[in-house]
T-cell receptor, first 115, second 109 residues
Framework: IAGITQAPTSQILAAGRRMTLRCTQD?????MYWYRQDLGLGLRLIHY???????GKGEVPDGYSVSRANTDDFPLTLASAVPSQTSVYFC??????????????FGPGTRLTVL | GQNIDQPTEMTATEGAIVQINCTYQ??????LFWYQQHAGEAPTFLSY??LDGLEEKGRFSSFLSRSKGYSYLLLKELQMKDSASYLC??????????WGAGTKLIIKP
């Protein structure tokens, strides 16, 4: 593993189903993030984690949950998917001890379609 | 509210220079980032500015004026591979990144 990986690459999901998007990083970054990207909109933060064992809500957290049991993994769960959750989902990580200069590094993304 | 404004789309010619502007209104300021995103791919880091002035990195330069809430990304000697979206993001007082919608840059031969 090098950097950040996400799985699956893409998924078509029936509305009402539960889905977990996986994210793993091997850079030992303390902070991790989940964003969604929709056409014409900027990246929007769903949830974040500043360190293992802690999580926080971003701009658009409703319908999503996260956990951070260890440094490397940060799964995102949709408890009951709805069509408005159709989007491209990016996981990112950063070494937040760099303060304002901390650069976020992104995984390749998961393209999710909810029908 | 917090707001990042960038042009939606720009077109330029191979070999030329293009300037992509970004204006921002955020609660606090802890730095401004530029990312490049090719279609279907993840954003990748280009530059970071926290102090006023110009940061040069090869063909790419980024400028910041904190008093004006303004930044630009300057791309010189454009190549076809520079066709991509360019994302401006500001780190706010909570140290979260606020993202613009991105500028799609089209390079013509």
């Amino acid at each position: 593993i090098a950097g950040i990986t996400q799985a699956p690459t893409s998924q078509i999901l029936a509305a009402g189903r539960r889905m977990t998007l996986r994210c793993t990083q091997d850079m030992r970054h303390n902070a991790m993030y989940w964003y969604r990207q929709d056409l014409g909109l900027g990246l929007r933060l769903i949830h974040y984690s500043n360190t293992a064992g802690t999580t926080g809500k971003g701009e658009v957290p409703d319908g999503y949950s996260v956990s951070r049991a260890n440094t490397d993994d940060f799964p995102l769960t949709l408890a009951s998917a709805v069509p408005s959750q159709t989007s491209v989902y990016f996981c990112a990580s950063s070494d937040s001890t760099s303060g304002g200069a901390a650069t976020q590094y992104f995984g390749p993304g998961t393209r999710l379609t909810v029908l | 509210g917090q707001n990042i404004d960038q042009p939606t789309e720009m077109t330029a010619t191979e070999g030329a220079i293009v300037q992509i502007n970004c204006t921002y209104q955020t609660s606090g300021f802890n730095g401004l980032f530029w990312y490049q995103q090719h279609a279907g791919e993840a954003p990748t880091f280009l530059s970071y500015n926290v102090l006023d002035g110009l940061e040069e990195k090869g063909r790419f330069s980024s400028f910041l004026s904190r008093s004006k809430g303004y930044s630009y990304l300057l791309l010189k000697e454009l190549q076809m591979k520079d066709s991509a979206s360019y994302l401006c993001a500001v780190r706010d007082s909570n140290y979260q990144l606020i993202w613009g919608a991105g500028t799609k840059l089209i390079i013509k031969p």
